[in-house]
């Protein structure tokens, strides 16, 4: 069942841009592979014997595929955007893991019953595209209907002290002035464009302090139990450069969670 998006308009805002970004395979140029470290995080941490991953908000399928590779596993491929999935489907072809993959399409109610999967996925800000914050613990709250009581939550999301200070700052003058519409209305959550191949693509985020997150994660039903940071260096340079790679891995060690350009996170149920 498609939900109605007149009712949700930032889905419907992201479910544009994305279609768009990976139409113009502006997603792939730009991030060409996971981040390393966070598949280990995820190898470390379950993806390795997980039997149902449910990768929501998969994207091309970057991870998917690497935990294909490196697993048994069956993986529910869950994303708001036809155009990613149309790219994750396609490089899924070429690899002999097709049978162990089911694709949804904006359809959260045919992600299965409850306590279908063992490991859920969340990687590279999904949870902060969701929405105001009701509609982030209602998606969690989902999620954490459909994992196992003995499952694993893997989620990472950009940290409100590494990104986009400029939009931040409008917004905190937006809410002072009494002008700030909904969502906008909410410390941390901001707008913006960027240009990709000579497309204006406006994304929505909520930037998240690790306070938030644990906050957001409890009220759905999930405790932090590990937490680090996912990068030092934006995302982009770390899956382009290999030398900018090894540098990341040593420092991103030493760095406080919300330091990092993401913060990571491994979540079990309560
Ligand atoms: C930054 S990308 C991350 C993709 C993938 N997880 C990765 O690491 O490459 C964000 C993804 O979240 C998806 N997305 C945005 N809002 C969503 C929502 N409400 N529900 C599910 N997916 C959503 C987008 O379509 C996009 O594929």
């Known amino acids: 069942m498609t939900p109605d998006r007149s009712v949700d308009p930032v889905a419907a805002e992201m479910q544009h841009t994305y279609d768009r970004y990976f139409s113009s395979e502006g997603y792939r140029h730009r991030y060409p592979q996971p981040n390393a470290a966070t598949l280990d995080f995820l190898l470390a941490n379950g993806a390795r014997t997980a039997t149902k991953i449910l990768d929501f908000g998969c994207g091309n399928g970057r991870y ?115 002008r700030a519409q909904p969502p906008q209305d909410e410390a941390g959550n901001i707008h913006f464009t960027r240009l990709v191949n000579g497309d204006s693509l406006t994304f929505f985020y909520h930037l998240y302090t690790l306070r938030d997150l644990r906050a957001d994660l409890a009220a759905a039903g999930f405790a932090i139990q590990r937490c680090e940071a996912e990068s030092v260096l934006p995302e982009w340079w770390v899956t382009q450069s290999r030398i900018l790679r090894g540098l990341d891995r040593i420092v991103s060690r030493w760095i406080a969670p919300s330091l990092g350009y993401g913060i990571r996170v491994l979540a079990r149920p309560v």
């Open 64 to 178: 998917a595929l690497a935990l294909l590779a490196e697993s048994n596993a069956n993986v529910t491929a869950f994303d708001i955007s036809a155009a990613s999935l149309t790219e994750f489907a396609d490089a899924l072809k070429r690899t002999p893991y097709g049978a162990r993959v089911a694709f949804v399409h904006d359809d959260l109610t045919a992600l299965g019953k409850p306590a279908s999967y063992d490991l859920i996925l969340m990687l590279f800000g999904v949870l902060s595209h969701v929405g105001d914050r009701a509609t982030r613990v209602r998606t969690l709250s989902t999620l954490r209907r459909l994992l196992r009581n003995d499952g694993r939550l893997i989620l990472s999301v950009p940290s409100i002290f590494r990104r986009r200070p400029w939009e931040l700052l409008k917004a905190v003058l937006a809410r002072r002035l009494g």
